[in-house]
């Protein structure tokens, strides 16, 4: 009897085992989350990039686009990705797209580096050392855009980089569309 109960939880750990494999393999691996879409962006407050140096001044990405559309980029300097998307930005921002980079778990002094390379097609880059900003914006690395509205607001997410032109004009056209009329009231 004792022998029985000994092999009990060797039988209990195989079943969970099986239980969690099966469960891992019924999601589709190609699902690419975009929770924020509907929402508003993220009031995290961040660094603005002043040479290659973050700060003194501060922003959150709500405010960033100053009440007008723009496109938030999650990018690093070590991102090979981020470079293949490099001038897909530019050529945003040669037709008046304004671009928010995010210097995602990058060192300031880098990201300086990559721009000067590259150009800079972005109206402003925040510093995010930490991760913070990638945290709160939900993302599983970079690159990432999201194209945000006027009201601060999401409207639409690509993962990976920007090489599709087709992918490109669908995040344009997310925030050059007109923005639903506010509810009014009803009148009794």
Known sequence: MSRWLS???????????VLFVGWSLKGDPVVRPDALVGRPIPETVLPILTGDQPGPGH???KTAGVGRPMLVNVFASWCL???AEHPQLMALKARGVAVVG?????????TR???DELGDPYA???VDREGRAGLDLGITGAPETFAVNAMGQ?????SGPLVDAAEIERLVEA????????????RR
Not at 102 to 110: L, S
């Open 124 to 126: 402003m880059v925040l």
């Open 81 to 83: 990705p981020c470079r």
């Open 59 to 61: 922003l959150d990405l």
């Open 175 to 186: 925030i050059q569309a007109p923005p639903r009329p506010l509810p009014t009231a009803r």
């Open 7 to 17: 092999v009990i939880p060797l039988v209990v750990l195989a079943a969970l085992a």
């Open 113 to 115: 580096a990559f721009l």
């Open 154 to 158: 999401v409207v639409a997410k690509s």
């Open 102 to 110: 995010v210097a995602w778990k990058d060192d300031p002094v880098a």
